[in-house]
């Protein structure tokens, strides 16, 4: 993976007595999707808006392109940012509201009609914003996001209140925009609105990150490396199972749950001791499993190939 | 994907930080960009025209005075009437002036000395009713402060004539004066049996030298005055005047000066040997109030003259109250409150609708932000302001004129005074106002502080009274209402210079340093929590 393009690093910050960051740190690596997932109130929007330096942490630091947000030259042309879809004046038209934009950045009024393009808001563009439904505002905000052609993207529970049919284009957006290079950022509350489409997950939870790792990764951790057997001959399996130095538990009459073992030599030991059994299968957890066990138990993971980042 | 956008680059390290002229731009698009404000802004120059239109329209001049009609109650309305105002002289150097006194004299050819001791200065308050003419039938004794008696030197009788004169005054001492508005005081202390006083005037060429004396010996030269283009034959003579008196009503007492006048020594030569009484400025046509046209007569070697009057600036409300900024104000108050309300939501919607966290992305440094926001809406409230004032004005005086107003006259640099006086009033209000947004980020509390703080001060100044007026109009918002202030204040008149009466209790500029001084402080405390509070 290339260099990180946002860097948190040990952000902390209390409103009040309330602790809302609590040494997050986290990387984010262009050319994927990376999915920021906790719980309502774990932190994930302090941490966008500190990225964005619109909140000032109390400790630690964000960069962006190696720099503070407030350092950015033309920042809309690093960073493309939707943090609130309803953050629109009602009477101004959406065209007139990428227009400002696109003023404060010295961009050509052609760009906002280009991405207005991009994002199939065309005729509505010249309505006021007042009116538009919540994908219309979604899809405008993201045109904002796009405007200054950024190579990187932050997206703050982008898919609240989108149909069907605009989850299916946001995603197919924000892989394309992975594929082209650019880091993408994309905090939720629900795994599931992920699963099919971050790279990379970092899941976040009172203030803090629990696991930072590839889906793959995290299923895999999840499940435990668990392998179910099912045979009639629970016992006699549990016993080959261990005596090849293995830990295996009997579940009930004809299952038996094998630990540190792929499924591949499973069968092989079992044949060896010519144990008949009829299924060998390696337990996968669900996202949303994983989701859940590590915000409910809030247990900490960090797969090896991201323990850089924990300083 | 469908996406146009290239693959992205890597941020280079562009020296081209976005210039604050794009974050001009941005404010200014987003100011445009709202229907509502643009029209707000429009209709409060509208508004402003419209009310100076409707003050100035309802104020009609013309009355009646004299005695009334006979078989008619006292009450009745005198037989004398007019439509218009009456007359108002024009000093020399275009003033509005009041030059209406007893005059006995001698035309003077070339250069010469009047000299003549003042032995007494006695006088009269009128006490009647205000509905009759003043006459010397209803008065109690009583010498205003600043009636004159003295010697004169002017080149012609006409009212508004340059003049310069030595006089004894009611309790202002021995004053020489000239051309409406120079004062230069001598001797102090009234005039007594035991405390005469000698006055002397030189003339020569077009220096006038005035001189007192406590003894007729020893003189001493109080003040000269240059009339440039005096004539070779001038008029010389005694006067006698005394001003309206405020002492006992706002509308004023006309009053009525004594004196008795010995040693009348003409050094020069006289173009004729008769000497001629003329009562100057008293006619019914004439707006200055006095009692009576006064009387001269010589009892032995002496002469006693009795006059009624002033030479001085004039001064509201003897003159009739308009000025070229008298129909504005409520117009210009309206255009205010509007303008608080669309500058106040310039900011305050933003954080409204969280559209300020946009912002702040777009340009992290808030202070820019801040201060963009600022001038868009400075320089439009500007022109809003100064706008409607350009068309109010002349509108207003024209008005004015039309139905029959005095409007005191004002020089071009006075109206242009007013109009970019006004458009900074709003300009200030704005920038005030929209920090005052940034700090309390609702806007129905950022709106109502702002009225309170920078229009209530206005509309409360114009009902109170007294002190607490011009305290209001001095160390307040309303402050920057001074800039309006077209009569200049005299120090040689006893009048109510209140702001009713068009007197504003600062230089205008000052006025507007006050108000400036609001907007610097809204400003820093915006500035200070912007950077400190998280967006």
Request: one cysteine or more; proline letters at 6%.
């Amino acid at each position: 993976m290339s260099e990180p393009i946002i860097e948190v690093t040990d952000l902390h910050k209390r409103f009040g007595s309330a602790v809302a960051l609590d040494g997050m740190t986290f990387t984010v690596a262009p050319g994927r999707v990376t999915g920021f997932v906790g719980p309502n109130g774990a932190g994930k929007s302090t941490t966008i808006r500190v990225i964005l330096g619109l909140d000032a942490p109390d400790e630690g630091t964000a960069l962006v392109c190696g720099q503070p947000y407030q350092h950015l030259q033309r920042p809309l042309n690093q960073v493309g940012a939707l943090v609130d879809a309803a953050a629109l004046q009602p009477s101004r038209t959406g065209r007139n509201h990428l227009l400002w934009m696109a003023r404060s950045q010295d961009m050509p009024t052609s760009r906002v009609d280009e991405v207005i393009e991009l994002v199939g808001l065309g005729s509505a563009a010249r309505r006021k914003a007042g009116g538009y439904s919540l994908g219309m505002r979604q899809r405008l905000g993201i045109a904002a996001a796009l405007l200054g052609d950024p190579p990187v993207i932050i997206m703050d529970e982008p898919f609240n209140g989108m149909d069907p049919e605009g989850i299916i284009w946001m995603r197919r957006l924000l892989h394309s925009m992975a594929v082209e290079g650019r880091a993408i950022l994309v905090s939720s509350h629900l795994m599931s609105e992920l699963q099919d489409m971050a790279d990379h997950v970092l899941v976040i939870g009172r203030g803090k990150v629990l696991a930072d790792a590839s889906v793959d990764e995290l299923i895999a951790h999840a499940s435990g490396d668990q392998v179910l057997v099912r045979t009639s001959a629970a016992s006699e399996a549990a016993g080959a199972l261990q005596r090849a130095g293995n830990a295996a538990r009997v579940i009930d009459g004809n299952t038996i749950s094998v630990s540190g073992l792929e499924a591949q030599h499973i069968v092989e030991v079992l044949s060896q001791a010519q144990i008949p059994f009829s299924e060998v299968t390696a337990q996968r957890a669900s996202l949303e499993d994983v989701y859940l066990q590590l915000t409910s138990g809030e247990a900490e993971f960090r797969a090896s190939s991201d323990r850089k980042a924990q300083s | 994907m469908t996406s146009s956008t290239s693959p992205p680059s890597r941020p280079t390290n562009d020296p081209r930080r976005e210039g604050f002229g794009s974050v001009l731009r941005s404010e200014w698009t987003k100011l445009r960009t709202v229907r509502g404000w643009v029209i707000g802004l429009v209709a409060a120059a509208v508004l402003c025209v419209a009310f100076t239109f409707v003050v100035g329209h309802g104020n009609q001049e013309g009355g009646c005075t004299g005695p009334p009609p006979p078989g008619s109650g006292p009450n009745s309305p005198g037989t004398n009437c007019y439509t218009g105002h009456p007359f108002v002289p024009t000093g020399p150097n275009g003033e509005a002036v009041a030059d209406s006194y007893r005059l006995v004299e001698q035309p003077l050819s070339g250069n010469g000395t009047l000299t003549a001791q003042v032995t007494s200065l006695t006088g009269l308050i009128w006490t009647g009713p205000a509905n009759i003419a003043p006459s010397l039938a209803h008065t109690k004794p009583g010498l205003a402060a600043w009636a004159k008696a003295g010697i004169l030197v002017t080149p012609s009788t006409h009212q508004g004539s340059p003049y310069a004169a030595i006089m004894a005054t009611g309790s202002h001492g021995i004053r020489w004066q000239y051309n409406y508005t120079h004062d230069r005081p001598g001797l102090p202390g009234a005039i007594t049996n035991s405390a005469p006083r000698w006055l002397r005037l030189t003339r020569t060429g077009d220096t006038l030298t005035g001189y007192d004396s406590a003894n007729g010996r020893t003189w001493h030269e109080i003040g000269t005055a240059n009339l440039a283009g005096l004539p070779a034959s001038v008029i010389l003579g005694l006067f006698v005047t005394s001003p309206v008196s405020f002492q006992r009503s706002s509308s004023g007492a006309p009053t009525q000066a004594t004196a008795t006048f010995d040693h009348v020594t003409l050094n020069g030569r006289a173009v004729s040997d008769v000497r001629q009484s003329h009562s100057i400025g008293t006619g019914s046509q004439d707006y200055y109030p006095t009692l009576g046209t006064g009387s001269a007569h010589r009892p032995g070697n002496t002469f006693v003259l009795s006059g009624s009057g002033d030479i001085a600036l004039a001064v509201n409300p003897l003159a009739g109250g308009d000025t070229a900024s008298s129909s504005l104000w409520f117009g210009l108050i309206a255009a205010l409150i509007v303008t608080i309300v669309v500058a106040t939501m310039f900011i305050t919607v933003e954080y409204r609708r969280g559209l300020i966290r946009t912002t702040f992305t777009a340009t992290p440094q808030r202070t820019s932000v801040l201060v963009a926001k600022a001038a868009v809406i400075g320089v439009v409230a500007f022109v809003v302001g100064a706008l409607a004032a350009a068309v109010g004005v002349p509108l207003g005086m024209h008005v004015l004129n039309g139905n029959g107003n005095y409007v005191f006259p004002t020089t071009t640099l006075t109206e242009v005074r007013i109009i970019a006086g006004s458009g900074v009033l709003l300009a200030l209000t704005a920038v005030a106002v929209l920090a005052l947004g940034a700090i309390l980020r609702k806007s129905a509390s950022a709106i109502t502080t702002g009225v309170l703080v920078f229009a209530l001060p206005y509309l409360l100044g114009q009902l109170l009274s007294g002190s607490a007026q011009e305290w209001l109009f001095r160390v307040t918002p309303a402050a920057g209402f001074d800039v309006l202030g077209v009569l200049p204040h005299s120090a040689q008149v006893d009048y109510p210079s209140t702001i009713a009466n068009g007197y504003y209790p600062l230089a205008p500029w000052a006025g507007l340093v006050v108000l400036c001084a609001y907007a610097a402080l809204a400003l820093g405390t915006a500035t200070f929590l912007l950077r400190r509070r998280d967006a």
